[in-house]
C-alpha cells in the first residue's frame, strides 16, 4: 500500500509539472483536485489495462521495435485525460511529450519502489 502512495505522489507531481512548467500548452489541469483524479486514473489504467493490451500487441510491438508500446502508452494517457473532468490535452504531439516525461517519471517511482525490497 506505501508503494502504491508514493507511486501515485510522483505521478501526480510529474502531472502538475508538466502542466506547470508548460504554463498548459503541453497538459491543461484546472485544479488540484483534477490533476489527484487524473494520476489516480492513470494508474488503475496501466495497471489494469496495460498489461493486457501489451500483450496482445506484443507481435505487432516487436515488429516496429517498441513504437506501438508508445502509442499504447499515448492511448492510455488521451483515455485517462478522457475520464477526468479538469484536464485536457492541447495537441498530438504536446500530448506525446507530456506522456513521455509523466511514464519517465512513473518509471523513476517503479524504481524507486521496487529497490527498497533489496
Given at each position: 500500500?506505501?508503494?502504491?502512495?508514493?507511486?501515485?505522489?510522483?505521478?501526480?507531481?510529474?502531472?502538475?509539472?508538466?502542466?506547470?512548467?508548460?504554463?498548459?500548452?503541453?497538459?491543461?489541469?484546472?485544479?488540484l483536485i483534477a490533476g489527484?483524479?487524473?494520476?489516480?486514473?492513470?494508474?488503475?489504467?496501466?495497471?489494469?489495462?496495460?498489461?493486457?493490451?501489451?500483450?496482445?500487441?506484443?507481435p505487432l510491438s516487436i515488429?516496429?521495435?517498441?513504437?506501438?508500446?508508445?502509442?499504447?502508452?499515448?492511448?492510455?494517457?488521451?483515455?485517462?485525460?478522457?475520464?477526468?473532468?479538469?484536464?485536457?490535452?492541447?495537441?498530438?504531439?504536446?500530448?506525446?511529450?507530456?506522456?513521455?516525461?509523466?511514464?519517465?517519471?512513473?518509471?523513476?517511482?517503479?524504481?524507486?519502489?521496487?529497490?527498497?525490497?533489496?
Open positions: 500500500m506505501v508503494r502504491f502512495v508514493i507511486r501515485m505522489l510522483i505521478s501526480g507531481a510529474a502531472v502538475f509539472g508538466v502542466a506547470y512548467f508548460s504554463n498548459g500548452s503541453l497538459l491543461v489541469v484546472e485544479s489527484v483524479i487524473f494520476a489516480l486514473v492513470l494508474g488503475v489504467v496501466n495497471g489494469i489495462l496495460r498489461p493486457i493490451v501489451q500483450l496482445l500487441a506484443l515488429l516496429t521495435l517498441g513504437i506501438v508500446a508508445l502509442l499504447i502508452n499515448l492511448g492510455f494517457f488521451y483515455l485517462a485525460a478522457a475520464l477526468t473532468p479538469g484536464v485536457r490535452t492541447v495537441g498530438f504531439w504536446q500530448s506525446v511529450l507530456a506522456a513521455l516525461i509523466v511514464a519517465f517519471f512513473n518509471s523513476i517511482a517503479a524504481w524507486i519502489t521496487e529497490r527498497g525490497d533489496e
